[in-house]
């Protein structure tokens, strides 16, 4: 069962929310952050509520660690803002990209800021990685923000949830009741789109289960797969994305942006590698007993 949720979490994300959202072209792209913030919060409080009913409501006690969610509420906000607007805005293949280098920004924050070990072979995966990225700015002439904006972002928010343990479901729901205020805000005072018919509405109010199922097939994936399966298959959504992007909505791939893909892959490969080899386990030395 890990790996179908884990499929259905990757492949959501690299195929479904981008079709998703390119199907709500005639609304902002704050429009639809604000729709997706108050939808999933009305769809986790009724899970919320059935698994009271249901006896198995996970536990929460307020601490002073859990301040951080509204940062990183605040943190996930602005990625997925920016990443819908790219997707609007005809640079999805930039927003695949931001999601390749997204893993190895994780691996180099894991060593900057917890003090992580890095070997040999995923030190060479996050150079590699970085030679793409320096090769992206030296063929477009400027840097690509969009990509580096949502790497960057991304992994500062998955930094956060792993310094402040918390039920994924309630996790979600902590951030997204933060940010509802803000959202109703927003759609109080900001002029309804043209256009609004029963369709449009309905995918309106679908952004709330797009946004917060694949999040919880992505936590029962990782609570019963290895760590390396799920950074294999985490790759499975920005490719999606690439070829999304190329085949089916047009978006030209030049020798250049096919080079960065190329070591970035590079980089993923060598971590990959890194990643399924058997470790050597250290036998431990029996205790001298004699006197």
């Not at 704050?30 to 919060?41: D, M, N, Q």
């Not at 999805?92 to 990209?97: D, G, I, P, Y």
């Not at 992580?116 to 923000?145: F, I, M, S």
């Not at 309630?170 to 803000?182: D, I, N, Q, R, S």
Request: aromatic share 10%.
């Amino acid at each position: 069962m890990g790996l179908i949720y884990a499929l259905g979490a990757f492949l959501s994300w690299g195929l479904v929310v981008p079709v998703h959202f390119r199907l709500l072209d005639g609304v902002p792209a704050w429009g639809i952050l604000a729709h997706r913030i108050v939808w999933s919060s009305l769809f986790i409080a009724l899970l919320l509520l059935a698994l009271r009913v249901m006896r198995r409501a996970p536990r929460f006690t307020l601490e002073r660690r859990h301040a951080f969610l509204l940062l990183s509420a605040l943190i996930i906000a602005g990625n997925w803002s920016l990443y819908l607007w790219a997707v609007q805005n005809g640079r999805m293949l930039e927003a695949s990209l931001g999601y390749f280098i997204n893993p190895l920004v994780n691996v180099a924050l894991g060593a900057l800021v917890l003090r992580e070990t890095l070997r040999p072979l995923q030190l060479a995966a996050v150079a590699l990685a970085g030679v793409g990225v320096v090769a992206a700015v030296v063929a477009a002439g400027t840097l690509p923000w969009i990509a580096l904006a949502l790497a960057v972002s991304f992994a500062i928010y998955g930094l956060i949830r792993k310094l402040v343990p918390i039920d994924p479901i309630l996790g979600l729901g902590a951030e997204t009741f933060a940010l509802l205020p803000l959202a109703l805000a927003y759609l109080v005072v900001a002029p309804a789109p043209p256009g609004q018919g029963t369709g449009q509405w309905l995918l309106l109010m679908l952004t709330g289960i797009t946004t917060a199922v694949p999040l919880m097939w992505f936590a029962a994936a990782a609570s019963r797969l290895k760590l390396s399966t799920i950074g294999l298959l985490q790759y499975l959504s920005p490719s999606c994305l690439l070829l999304l992007s190329v085949l089916v909505y047009g978006e030209s791939l030049p020798p250049s942006r096919a080079l960065v893909f190329g070591l970035i892959w590079a980089g993923l490969a060598l971590y990959a590698l890194d990643a399924a080899r058997p470790r050597p386990v250290v036998a431990r030395q029996p205790e001298d007993c004699t006197g």
